[in-house]
């Protein structure tokens, strides 16, 4: 259950369906049993279009196309103004790459993006959710092939995007999901645990077990200091 403007997290290893989760939601494809209910109503009642229309995704693999960054960014919302379109930007922190361009924002940016770094094609894609404005925002894997000093940048934008909104997160990095509401650990299709970042490290199970494997470090008095240290966000 996720209440309105909450924020949750899916965590666990490759395969073990997270994405499937989430790509369930705007029935990327049906599911074979149970029911998924927004409001209490089950999404099978709705209408595709509409169902869809509630949600913004910011994947991994980022699918930009071969026109300008202005263009690019309105693809969020196809009506928007330059002025809605330069504030999104301004909000996904995209102005300081943008304003280094010979063109700004009628730089074309060639097939899928390719004249942009990868931190670079990850804020376009954020200020295209912002501009979009869903209420449902998901983020699979936002940050995952990201060096750390792009990832940073993209994680304060990411803030900005995630602000009002119901967020659901898939993610690798736990540096990425320590401040959602409550995280849920997937194995094998199914949820084995579920918590606060703190919560779960106290449990001592698989959570905790990712954790010391990413920080290099066990839970304890050590690794509670070196915490802000090792996990930034």
Known sequence: KVQRGECVAFVGHSGSGKSSIVNLLP???EISQGQILFDGTPISQFQIHDLRNLF???TQDTFLFNDSLLENIR???PKATIKEVELAAEKAHCSDFIFKLKEGFNTKIGDRGICLSG???QRVAIARAILRNAPILVLDEATSSLDSQSE???QTAMEELIEGKTTFM???RLSTVRKANRIYVVENGKIVESGTHDQLLKANG????FYERQTGTSWGQSSQSLLSE???I
């Open 27 to 29: 029935r990327l494809y």
């Open 56 to 58: 913004s995704f910011v």
């Open 75 to 77: 693809y969020g919302n």
């Open 119 to 121: 931190g670079e094609r």
């Open 152 to 154: 940073a940048i993209v």
């Open 170 to 172: 898939v993610a690798h």
């Open 206 to 209: 698989i959570y905790r077990q």
């Open 230 to 232: 090792t996990l930034p």
